[in-house]
């Protein structure tokens, strides 16, 4: 089935430190990906996304690219801030025909010292 | 104007009882969706509506059974509460254009932080 990779955390950087979180996936179709982000305490909020290959997301200074050639979709950011801090979560859509499920990887635990 | 919100945020009880947890959207999609997230944070999908009826149902323990009244509301009650039932649990809501195929943003509940003692 269907299945994320992304990188074991915790990642610990930082302030102004550049970013990268892997993510690759396995899927049968064409999948849309994306990144999901879980501050303390809350719910996951999208941070961005990518419905076909070559596509980049971007949201609040984060980009990853859709590569299928790779089957990857890496989270980079080039300067962190401590308000980063958080839960990152990759995610595939698993269209059925009628609704589509998200299929999370592990997450990822992101700590930026000041 | 939360888009999407559950009831408890945190809900403690004893091994046996049941107990529900509500959702409600008001983002006027037509599908929504539970998660269990576990102690290590994984998150899985454990059922998703379109319209009130049920379209996913990944295995999960006939004890855990959803409904919904209405396209806006799913709510997930629990019979017999396991010391493995213990975890964050999300309610989700998606428009789910079936021309976007599965590109549709999730959006997330708060989550309830289920405990069984």
């Known amino acids: 089935g269907d299945s994320v990779t992304q990188m074991e955390g915790p990642v610990t950087l930082s302030e102004e430190a550049f970013l990268t979180i892997n993510c690759t996936y396995t899927?049968?179709?064409?999948?849309?990906l994306f990144w999901y982000v879980q501050y303390p305490g809350e719910g996951l909020q999208l941070l961005l996304k990518?419905?076909?290959?070559?596509d980049k997301g971007s949201n609040k200074g984060f980009e990853a690219t859709y590569r299928k050639e790779t089957t990857s979709f890496h989270l980079e950011k080039g300067s962190v801030q401590v308000s980063d801090s958080a839960v990152y979560f990759c995610?595939?859509?698993?269209?059925?025909?009628?609704?589509?499920?998200?299929?999370f990887g592990t997450g990822t635990l992101l700590a930026v010292q000041p | 104007d939360t888009a999407v919100s559950q009831t408890p945020k945190y809900l403690v009880t004893q091994m046996g009882n049941d107990k529900s947890i509500k959702c409600e959207q008001n983002?006027?999609?037509?599908?929504m969706y539970w998660y269990k997230q576990d102690s290590k944070k994984f998150l899985k999908i454990m059922f998703s509506?379109?319209?009130?009826?049920?379209?996913i149902n990944e295995t999960v323990p006939n004890r855990f059974s959803p409904k919904s009244p209405d396209k806006a509301h799913l709510n997930l009650h629990i019979n017999s509460l396991e010391l493995g039932d213990s975890a964050v649990y999300f309610c989700?809501?998606?428009?789910?254009?079936?021309?976007?195929?599965?590109?549709?943003?999730?959006?997330f509940g708060p989550g309830t932080r289920l405990t069984v003692l």
């Open positions: 989700a809501s998606s428009q789910d254009d079936r021309f976007l195929a599965g590109a549709d943003t999730q959006y």
């Open positions: 899927a049968t179709g064409y999948p849309s």
């Open positions: 990518a419905t076909k290959a070559d």
């Open positions: 995610a595939l859509s698993d269209y059925g025909g009628a609704t589509n499920k998200l299929i």
């Open positions: 983002l006027g999609h037509d599908t």
């Open positions: 509506y379109n319209n009130k009826e049920l379209i």
